[in-house]
């Protein structure tokens, strides 16, 4: 157990202070810079750097959950799943930069406030523990869609990373649904749907 606790606090300190790496080219790498407004390009690069602190919480949500799981298979699964945000964390945040933004200064803040939260998930078992996992992962994703649509008409580049990574998101609730994930109480989700507003319209500012 204190292997796994050095490993993941030493996870959480790259998550917040090093680059992100992507084993997958970045999505729409390759595409040409098309012309935006200066306003437009500072609306995007604020919705990329939303869609980055909400990675950061994935990471911490992530480790948390492993930490507290009793089961190998889903460890692995949340292991796999914590590797695919990490990629998610490493376009959102060239993707800023190219915008000429930056990402949340609360970014510490929301880390330490998921990873409480992945601990305590895990605390009520594996199904509930999944439930949590894939709750968290339709949120996402919905999150994701509305951000499809809020994009500047242009900015094709940021469309095409969003896209995959809605497309990662649903499939992560999926596999933690066919982990035998319980359906969370409404209460639960709503609970959740007020925390990631809280999130989602802060990092937008700041």
Known sequence: MIDQVITQFDKGLRTLLAPAR????IPGGDLPE????????RHAAAL??????GEICAQALYQGQ???SRDESVRREL????NEETEHLAWTEHRIAELGGRTSLLNPLWYVGSLVIGLVAGRFGDRWNLGFLAETEHQVEAHLRGHLDR???NDQKSRVIVEQM????????ETALGLGAHELPAPVKAAMKLASRVMTTTTYRI
């Open 34 to 41: 098309e012309p935006m407004t200066d306003e437009e390009r």
């Open 22 to 25: 992507s084993v997958r080219p």
């Open 79 to 82: 292991q796999q799943a914590s």
């Open 66 to 68: 492993a930490l507290i």
């Open 151 to 153: 994009l500047p008409v």
């Open 166 to 173: 809605k497309a990662d998101e649903a499939r992560h609730a």
């Open 48 to 53: 990329m750097r939303v869609n980055h602190c």
